[in-house]
């Protein structure tokens, strides 16, 4: 899997949309670009993924630039809920296990 | 999407005991399941790759006679800590490949807090 780099650590203001950012330079052509995130003492939770698309459910945007180097996880309204360890994942969704890096831990605050 | 379901979430026990932690997938078949650990403030590390009606595949570092992994069903895998000691104490949590519509996507149980007195 191609590494990932995020930044350790952000804050964001309740209400206000969170903009998580995610380098991954050496992607390779069939990996996918996954969001999972870890609340305290829980297993980590999928959010979104996307290939070279802009993506976007019920929880979050996913924006990926056009050379797929880079992308943005968007919580539009980041209530105190989402306070949690955001990992940004290169996968190709094959039989393999998905590889942590070190995550974002994002703190939303009143 | 789908559940997967991990017993116990907690446990305690003393040093030298076994401890067996069930993975189980609830409303999928899933023949891969993967157990990962976590230290506090770290990210988590795979352990294993288990596969449904053979052995399992260990990471580097991982002593597989000390991790006993059982994949006997499609749905249960089970991850046996033997002898277990205090810095085998850590949060331990599985995951599934799900299917259909969701076989983008690997799924985790709630983890399992193991602490060794």
């Known amino acids: 899997d191609a590494k990932t780099t995020q930044p350790p650590s952000m804050d964001c203001a309740e209400g206000r949309a969170a903009n998580l950012p995610c380098n991954h330079s050496?992607?390779?052509?069939?990996?996918?670009v996954y969001w999972y995130r870890q609340i305290h003492s829980q297993g980590p939770q999928y959010i979104i993924h996307?290939?070279?698309n802009n993506e976007t459910n019920e929880m979050a945007s996913l924006i990926i630039t056009e050379d797929r180097k880079s992308s943005t996880l968007i919580l539009p309204h980041a209530t105190l809920r989402d306070t949690a360890v955001y990992y940004c994942?290169?996968?190709?969704?094959?039989?393999?296990?998905?590889?942590f890096g070190k995550g974002t831990r994002l703190s939303v605050i009143a | 999407g789908a559940v997967v379901s991990q017993h116990p979430s907690r446990v305690i026990c003393k040093s030298g005991t076994s401890v067996k932690i069930e993975c189980r997938s609830l409303?999928?078949?899933?023949?891969?399941m993967f157990w990962y650990r976590q230290f506090p403030k770290q990210s988590l590390m795979l352990m294993a790759t288990?596969?449904?009606?053979?052995?399992?595949?260990?990471e580097q570092g991982v002593e597989k006679d000390k991790f006993l992994i059982n994949h006997a069903s499609l749905t249960l895998s089970t991850l046996t800590v033997t002898s277990a000691h205090p810095e085998d104490s850590s949060f331990y949590i599985c995951?599934?490949?799900?299917?259909?519509?969701?076989?983008?996507?690997?799924?985790f149980g709630s983890g399992t807090q193991l602490s060794v007195l």
């Open positions: 995951s599934a490949r799900g299917q259909q519509g969701d076989n983008e996507k690997l799924f």
């Open positions: 050496t992607i390779s052509g069939n990996e996918y």
């Open positions: 996307g290939l070279k």
């Open positions: 994942i290169a996968w190709n969704s094959g039989n393999t296990p998905l590889v």
């Open positions: 409303d999928f078949q899933a023949t891969t």
């Open positions: 288990s596969n449904e009606g053979s052995k399992a595949t260990y």
